[in-house]
């Protein structure tokens, strides 16, 4: 059985992610301690509240960070809208669930000391959260099961600026404070997971399901595939779940050992992961980084996981 912690900025991909993770009997979801990133700090825990309420999840969510470490607070409110999240129709209801007390980067903390070397991290925000905890606990690195597992970076294109990818640019002291925590880290960046694409026959899948969750899911899977139309696409990057899938199928994914160092002062470049594979001439490695994924496999598995979650199996 996996332990996993999630920590997260629920737009409509972690929430996908978060479903894969409950589908999951294999898994056992400890918390989920959310960040702001998509959107900010209320908006992403008021979705995070909402999805907890619509599948009954019994797990913990706390709220975690309201802020990047150092930089003015940016979103994706602009791609992903007001929220972060998108609709073309039905949408989360509002919820009946509160919020659970205590901070999320606290509670993360104490999760991890009262399960030493059994909990899995898995960060598909901004690292800010994560950051923090390692700079009030420092022996949190050495307690987490390794690796921590992050959706994050790019080891070409970014979606923010050239070179950047959207949770790193949002907090880049946090993310570069994370990767020289002194922990493995495996990184799936939009480069992989562009790779696997979601689309109108998936769509079709989820509209043919049963119950209102599945309508309200299909919704917003719908919006979530029309943000490629803009760019005259028809299928979208499943983006947060790709690591959720490794998880389960890690044979579905190559990884590369690398250094990865953050950019911090690039004017066109802040938030770039650099990503050195000359090794070890060149570094010692911190990560091991997503390069290849086989899409039509990892797609069909998110699809039949999400199947069973609301046809309740």
Avoid at 196 to 212: D, K, N, S
Avoid at 214 to 236: C, E, K, V
Avoid at 286 to 300: E, F, K, T, Y
Wanted: charged letters at 15%; a negative charge; hydrophobic letters at 50%.
């Amino acid at each position: 059985m996996q332990e996993i912690w999630l920590d997260t900025d629920p737009g409509f991909d972690d929430w996908m992610a978060w479903a894969l993770l409950e589908a999951d009997p294999g898994i056992e979801l400890l918390g989920v301690s959310v960040v702001a990133g998509n959107a900010p700090l209320p908006a992403v825990l008021a979705n995070a509240l909402r999805i907890k309420a619509l599948h009954g999840f019994a797990v913990p969510v706390h709220a975690g960070c309201d802020r990047p470490l150092v930089q003015p607070q940016t979103t994706a409110e602009n791609v992903l809208g007001a929220g972060a999240m998108a609709s073309s129709g039905r949408v989360l209801p509002h919820s009946p669930a509160a919020v659970t007390p205590g901070h999320g980067v606290q509670a993360l903390i104490d999760a991890v000391r009262a399960r030493p070397g059994r909990v899995t991290l898995l960060a598909i925000g901004p690292l800010t959260n994560v950051a923090t905890a390692f700079a009030l606990a420092p022996e949190l690195p050495r307690l987490l099961k390794a690796p921590l597992v992050i959706m994050g970076g790019s080891t070409d294109t970014g979606n923010t600026n050239a070179v950047a990818e959207f949770n790193i640019h949002a907090d880049p002291e946090a993310a570069s404070a994370v990767f020289n925590a002194g922990i493995e880290i495996v990184m799936f960046g939009i480069n992989v997971c562009r790779q696997v694409q979601i689309g109108p026959a998936e769509l079709a899948a989820m509209r043919a399901l049963a119950g209102e969750p599945a309508a309200i899911f299909a919704d917003h899977l719908d919006a979530y595939i029309g943000h490629s139309h803009r760019r005259g696409g028809s299928t979208m990057a499943l983006y947060d779940p790709s690591p959720v899938i490794w998880l389960a199928r890690p044979e579905l994914f190559e990884l590369v050992p690398a250094r990865v160092d953050i950019e911090l002062d690039g004017r066109y470049t802040r938030g770039m992961t650099v990503c050195e594979f000359r090794l070890p001439q060149h570094g010692p490695p911190n990560a091991r980084v997503a390069m290849v994924a086989q899409g039509g496999p990892a797609l069909a598995f998110a699809v039949e996981r999400l199947t069973r979650l609301f046809a309740g199996v």
